[in-house]
């Protein structure tokens, strides 16, 4: 009977009312679904944000039907995954979705409510005195040319780290970011489809505690081949740089005999192989 009730209300042609009757339902694993449920008397739902599981107030958090009210309610909601599914509601007011960034750990996807601001509201987020609101918005990959440039000038650090991505940025700005604060925007900034064969080049000069930048660098199509050659000395960059073709056919013989099967591998695989190497690497 649980399987059936569970398909049931998976079922997104179960009409709203009989999907409400299971809000008090002892399964959780059932309210999980009805919290997710668009289209729901505005009283399931505030039954719902008192639910004693977390997970189900989380997905809970996540329901575009749910109103301000009890969006603001839920930001205060510190049960486990609760604030951060609330941070991906399109609707979420501008100042809940700062203040859940300043508590909440939520990686660096653009989010849905940024996503979908107007430009009045994307110019008041790139002027904020709030770093995190710049920074929220640095993540969007449209922002016209005046707003994006003013954000490659922030004075911080998490800022750049979003807007480095930004097409359209030249190679001098990504320079003085990189000028500026080393380490902590050089990966971003290596996987600016802008960045040029310089940039890139200038990324595999930071320290080898840099690796996700020296990745990004191997993988880059503007990679020049001192900086591939330069990705090799790193453990996981050599795995992405053993695959590109021009990596000279000596060095990739060399690459035969590294001691990581997936360096191995990438090189066996690589065009650029000799074709005698080739025929001799099969049985």
């Known amino acids: 009977m649980h399987d059936i009730q569970w398909q ?31 289209g729901l ?23 575009p039907s749910i109103d301000e009210a009890l969006v603001r309610r839920l930001a ?27 508590s909440t750990k939520l990686g660096s996807p653009l989010l849905p409510r940024i996503a979908a601001a107007t430009l009045a509201e994307v110019v008041d987020l790139a002027t904020a005195a709030d770093p995190t609101r710049r920074m929220l918005i640095a993540l969007r990959r449209d922002l016209p040319d005046a707003i994006r440039d003013m954000l490659v000038r922030d004075c911080d650090a998490k800022v750049l780290k979003a807007i480095a991505p930004h097409p359209g940025l030249t190679e001098d700005q990504l320079l003085a970011m990189i000028d500026r604060h080393g380490l902590r925007v050089a990966a971003k900034a290596a996987t600016n ?58 060095v990739l013989v060399g690459l035969l005999a590294d001691e990581d099967w997936q360096v191995v591998t990438a090189a066996a695989a690589n065009p650029s192989l000799p074709a005698d190497v080739m025929t001799g690497l099969l049985p």
């Open 41 to 63: 008397p505005r009283h399931a739902y505030a039954q719902l944000a008192g639910d004693p599981v977390p997970w189900v107030r989380a997905a809970l958090a996540k329901n």
């Open 193 to 250: 489809p802008d960045a040029t064969a310089l940039v890139l080049e200038g990324l595999t000069r930071q320290p080898v505690s840099a690796r996700k930048a020296f990745r990004e660098v191997a993988r880059h199509p503007n990679a020049s081949l001192a900086a591939l050659l330069a990705c090799l000395a790193d453990p996981q960059a050599r795995r992405v740089a053993a695959a590109r073709p021009e990596i000279p056919s000596a």
């Open 76 to 102: 205060q909601d510190h049960g486990h995954d609760v604030q951060r599914s609330l941070a991906h509601h399109p609707g979420l007011p501008l100042d809940v979705l700062a203040q859940l960034t300043r």
């Open 8 to 38: 049931a209300l998976h079922n997104a042609a179960t009409p709203a009312p009989a999907v409400a009757r299971f809000t008090d339902h002892p399964s959780a694993l059932l309210r999980e679904l009805v919290a997710a449920r668009e």
